[in-house]
């Protein structure tokens, strides 16, 4: 009994410690960062510190960004509209690429016939990087945000889709050997023992989908979208604001951390105790 | 009766190995579906340097009920013969034939236990035990009973929420048998089964294999490094030798009927002699 709870409480202290590193090292990084503002540092590729806001600056906007309050101007108050659009933008591109990657990627994994079929189309489509998309997106679908996420389902469909070709490849031959000869059909192999099989290198793709689903955002939101957190930097940047660029870059930050935490928890609530997520 | 089952955390003695024995309600009689034919069969393989005979020439045949351990140097094809058999590989020469027909395919006739388990890891043991008789659209509240019934011959009921993962080899082996029994199989092909465990578990699980099967009914065709195992559990021994690397191909060298009756003692003079001379034909070819 004091055996297991002196384990427990061992494990909750290294927790808290490393919380604690991880948290300091936040802090380092801010407290480089006030100094380097005030000292006009110029640093590797000859970046001006001299030219950034300081952080408490930063967190005072932010704060108004936020609840408004401080400045009382047409940015007061706004983050949650902003952070709402884009996280509408996001989440139906990853919906969408997930939607079509997932079913696409088994296929793929398990059939050596559609592997050869699209195999090539999907290694010369993957390298062209979703900024080379931009200006024929807009001549084709036009400004908005429709062109947004295309791109989002753009750069999101091919990590899901290439791990989970990878996944279903690596299904041990034994789980379906086993499923085959408890009389699984060849379709229930596919469904019910490939599948959740392949479910942690699947929620890898994922995972790594969704976060480049965020990095896109601010290259699909530059144009001619004045709602979305990529909008409000891109603006700020033709005024010069270069304390609300960074405001904007810290939120979507914050965004694609949490929605991988939501990704990986909701995951983890859905499977309950079924070892199908990595950590 | 069955509260007395006092399987302890982990492990089992033979007396509990005895009383889970003695929980088994389903006894089923040999039939013809358990008949096992092996005539001429050979598995040829294309390689770059032309076709190699993994096996050829293999006749066996098997009655209803009977336990057929395969003993042979590795790579004597003895593995391929239980595979052909199970439906996994295709025969490229003589005639497969099990309950008097054809295999084509693997088939819930034909339970197949691997050595490395093969349990689906995301389903609980109650879980995987299912999978079968779901698989034969036994209706689930059936499909738990039965489940139920031989998570309990295994002697793991308190186990039946756990994960694979969360188990001991020899459980998860356990498991594995569960699962095909509950398929009801007039065949079962066992492919070095305890060749992963530690020794104690070994003979614990030799002990209990011996009286699940009678129970079961079902055909065994047991493929095993160890001689000893063989002799103490088989009718018969078959005797494999060859194999690709020897430029023969694997061939059956000899069958050797185990007169021993039903309680075998690893250590009489009778058991070594058997056990002598299978080693012999084994390591002298």
Not at chain 1, 164 to 190: C, F, H, K, N
């Amino acid at each position: 009994m004091s055996a297991t709870a002196s384990l427990r409480a061992r494990r909750v202290g290294r927790r808290a410690g490393h919380a604690a590193l991880g948290v300091g090292f936040i802090a380092l990084l801010l407290l480089l960062w006030d100094l380097g503002v005030r000292g006009e540092w110029v640093l590797l590729f000859d970046i001006k510190m001299g030219f950034l806001p300081p952080p408490v600056e930063v967190a005072r906007l932010m704060w108004d960004f936020a609840f408004g309050g401080v400045y009382d101007d047409a940015y007061s108050g706004t983050l949650w509209s902003h952070l709402g659009a884009s996280a509408f933008r996001v989440l139906a591109g990853f919906a969408l690429a997930a939607a079509l990657a997932i079913p696409i990627g088994v296929l793929m994994g398990r059939s050596e016939l559609v592997r050869a079929t699209l195999d090539p189309a999907v290694n010369l489509f993957r390298p062209i990087p979703a900024t080379a998309w931009v200006p024929l997106v807009l001549l084709i679908i036009g400004f908005g945000s429709q062109a947004t996420i295309f791109l989002i389902v753009l750069s999101a469909f091919f990590p899901i889709l290439l791990n989970t070709i990878t996944a279903t490849r690596e299904v041990s031959p034994r789980l379906v050997e086993a499923a085959r000869m408890l009389g699984t059909t060849r379709l229930g192999v596919l469904l019910k023992v490939v599948v959740p099989a392949a479910t942690p290198g699947i929620v890898s793709g994922l995972r790594i989908g969704l976060g480049l689903g965020w990095v896109i955002l601010v290259l699909g939101e530059a144009n001619g979208i004045d709602t979305g957190l990529g909008s409000m930097i891109m603006i700020a940047r033709e005024q010069v604001r270069t304390d609300r660029v960074v405001v904007g870059m810290i939120v979507i930050g914050i965004a694609g951390y949490l929605s991988d935490r939501v990704l990986v928890l909701g995951l983890k609530g859905l499977f309950g105790r079924r070892p199908l997520v990595r950590a | 009766m069955r509260g007395d089952q006092a399987v302890t955390a982990g492990t089992t003695t033979r007396a509990a190995a005895a009383g889970a024995a003695g929980t088994t309600r389903r006894t089923r009689e040999p039939d013809e579906g358990g008949r096992i034919v092996l005539r001429g069969v050979g598995k040829q393989y294309a390689t770059r340097r032309g076709p190699v005979d993994a096996v050829a020439g293999v006749d066996l045949e098997v009655t209803p009920g009977e336990f057929v351990a395969v003993v042979g140097a590795s790579g004597c094809g003895k593995s391929t013969v239980l595979r052909i058999l199970a439906g996994f590989e295709q025969h490229t020469s003589g005639v497969v034939e099990v309950g008097g027909g054809p295999v084509r395919g693997p088939g819930p006739d034909r339970g197949v236990v691997f050595q490395d388990y093969g349990l689906f890891p995301w389903l609980t043991v109650a879980e995987n035990v299912r999978w079968g008789p779901r698989q034969q659209r036994v209706s689930r509240a059936r499909a738990r009973a039965r489940a139920a019934e031989y998570i309990e011959v295994v002697g793991l009921t308190r186990f039946a929420d756990r994960y694979p993962g969360e188990l001991s080899g020899g459980m998860q082996q356990r498991v594995a048998i569960a699962r095909v029994l509950a398929n009801d199989p007039a065949v079962l092909l066992m492919d070095e089964p305890f060749g992963a465990l530690d020794a104690l578990t070994r003979t614990t699980m030799q002990h209990e294999l011996g009286r699940l099967r009678a129970a079961s009914g079902a055909t065994v065709l047991f493929v095993t490094h160890s001689i000893e195992e063989a002799v103490y559990l088989a009718d018969r021994v078959v005797v494999m030798a060859g194999g690709a690397s020897h430029g023969v191909p694997g061939h059956i060298a000899e069958v050797v009927p185990v007169e021993l009756g039903p309680e075998r003692d690893v250590n009489a003079p009778d058991f070594n002699a058997v056990e002598k001379r299978i080693a012999a034909l084994v390591h002298g070819g």
